[in-house]
């Protein structure tokens, strides 16, 4: 039997918090959800896809775990984070010392296929994708599962170009 996973990205973030307080690589990924993104989480989650569903699981990223928890409190769902949901690696060395949109305007231009001559240590497509479906295969026992995590996280099981936005879903079954 197949799982059916309700793919949703996260809502519309915000950044201004972390950008006063100087926050860099990962920290960025801290930003909450606008007004706007709060709104749109509550309206995703009156959608009829999420009947029946088991369980909602999550990115452990600001942005996707409050759209996720958003969810959770009006569907009434458990709601559990995994971490190898979160988002795409822009520098898999973790120092940081470059620039985030160079790396991702570099992974687009390669079409997510990882180089010897590429300047900077971005996560492949290949690489990402088979965090995801890692992640998504643990949950094989339930029927239908709420996945809220990244746009390019949900590409990743859709098809690399697939443009998504915010709290846009995608379904698939694994």
């Given at each position: 039997?197949?799982?059916?996973?309700?793919?949703?990205?996260?809502?519309?973030?915000?950044?201004?918090?972390?950008?006063?307080?100087?926050?860099?690589?990962?920290?960025?990924?801290?930003?909450?959800?606008?007004?706007?993104?709060?709104?749109?989480?509550?309206?995703?989650?009156?959608?009829?896809?999420?009947?029946?569903?088991?369980?909602?699981?999550?990115?452990?990223?600001?942005?996707?775990?409050?759209?996720?928890?958003?969810?959770?409190?009006?569907?009434?769902?458990?709601?559990?984070?995994?971490n190898d949901l979160h988002e795409w690696m822009p520098d898999t060395t973790f120092k940081f010392?470059?620039?985030?949109?160079?790396?991702?305007?570099?992974?687009?231009?390669?079409?997510?296929?990882?180089?010897?001559?590429h300047i900077y240590h971005w996560e492949s497509y290949e690489t990402l994708q088979k965090r995801?479906?890692?992640?998504?295969?643990?949950?094989?026992?339930?029927?239908?599962?709420?996945?809220?995590?990244?746009?390019?996280?949900?590409?990743?099981?859709?098809?690399?170009?697939?443009?998504?936005?915010?709290?846009?879903?995608?379904?698939?079954?694994?």
């Amino acid at each position: 039997m197949n799982t059916k996973y309700i793919l949703v990205r996260h809502g519309e973030p915000r950044y201004d918090e972390v950008k006063e307080r100087h926050y860099f690589g990962m920290g960025y990924d801290l930003g909450k959800l606008t007004d706007n993104g709060i709104a749109q989480a509550e309206a995703r989650a009156k959608d009829p896809l999420f009947d029946d569903a088991d369980l909602i699981i999550a990115s452990p990223y600001t942005r996707a775990l409050q759209t996720a928890a958003i969810i959770s409190r009006l569907r009434n769902i458990p709601l559990l984070v995994e971490n190898d949901l979160h988002e795409w690696m822009p520098d898999t060395t973790f120092k940081f010392e470059l620039d985030a949109n160079e790396s991702y305007q570099e992974y687009l231009n390669a079409k997510g296929v990882r180089k010897q001559h590429h300047i900077y240590h971005w996560e492949s497509y290949e690489t990402l994708q088979k965090r995801v479906v890692g992640a998504l295969q643990k949950y094989k026992k339930y029927q239908k599962i709420i996945v809220v995590c990244h746009g390019i996280v949900m590409s990743t099981l859709t098809r690399f170009d697939d443009v998504i936005e915010y709290c846009g879903v995608r379904e698939i079954e694994l």
